[in-house]
């Protein structure tokens, strides 16, 4: 399977600021999706990008908080805007391969944020 | 929508024993069911999945059993060793929202040596 790279790997970021995730893919890929994992809790999907189009962004997640970019099919941005303690989390991009609903979904590390 | 929901949260076994655990599903469409495996500080893995035409898949020590009508799958880990121990998640899939996975609450699983 293709491999996935995520970084930064860890940040600490001061309440206001942005900071923009970068996930890299070795192939092409279609669909790239970007998940939160808040401490000790499950994944929770925030958007779906795919190269060429806007993002689709889940209920509760609004591209003004989470902007994503796609330039390419090995490529990703998410950047966490306005920063708040409550943004703490590992923020995941993940790529499926195979069938569309059915191929199999593949994370990166992950990157662990925490907001003071 | 899809509901996933996971059982126990946490499971402690002690070595060489099997650990279950089990998930349910609302959505009878999803047709696709993961299984990852999240050791601390890295992302989650990929160990077993399932798709719908079939009942049972199994890989060495693992195994996932998946019954449709009663919408419920299972992570069945036998001979368990230290190694084992970490959160396991399962999903299911959203059909036809270009491969969405909706995922359980995890289970935290200890292998006791």
Not at chain 1, 101 to 112: A, I, P, Y
Request: glycine share 8%.
């Amino acid at each position: 399977s293709a491999v996935i790279s995520q970084k930064p790997s860890r940040d600490i970021c001061q309440r206001g600021t942005s900071l923009t995730i970068q996930c890299q893919v070795d192939s092409q890929v279609t669909m790239m999706f970007w998940y939160r994992q808040q401490p000790g809790q499950s994944l929770t999907l925030i958007a779906t990008a795919n190269q060429g189009s806007e993002a689709t962004y889940e209920s509760g997640f609004v591209i003004d908080k989470f902007p994503i970019s796609r330039p390419n099919l090995t490529f990703s941005t998410l950047t966490v805007s306005n920063m708040s303690p409550e943004d703490s989390s590992i923020y995941l991009c993940s790529f499926r391969q195979g069938p569309l609903d059915t191929g199999e979904l593949f994370f990166g590390e992950g990157s662990r944020l925490t907001v003071l | 929508g899809e509901n996933v929901e996971q059982h126990p949260s946490t499971l402690s076994v002690q070595e060489g024993d099997s650990a279950v655990i089990k998930c349910t599903y609302s959505d009878s469409a999803s047709n696709y069911f993961p299984w990852y495996k999240q050791e601390l500080g890295k992302g989650p893995q990929l160990i077993i999945d399932i798709r719908s035409n079939v009942g049972e898949k199994k890989d060495q020590r693992i195994a996932v059993t998946l019954n449709k009508t009663a919408k419920h799958f299972s992570l069945h880990i036998t001979e368990t060793q230290p190694e084992d121990s970490a959160v396991y998640f399962c999903a299911a899939n959203v059909y036809n929202q270009g491969g969405k996975l909706i995922f359980g609450q995890g289970t935290e699983l200890s292998v006791k040596p």
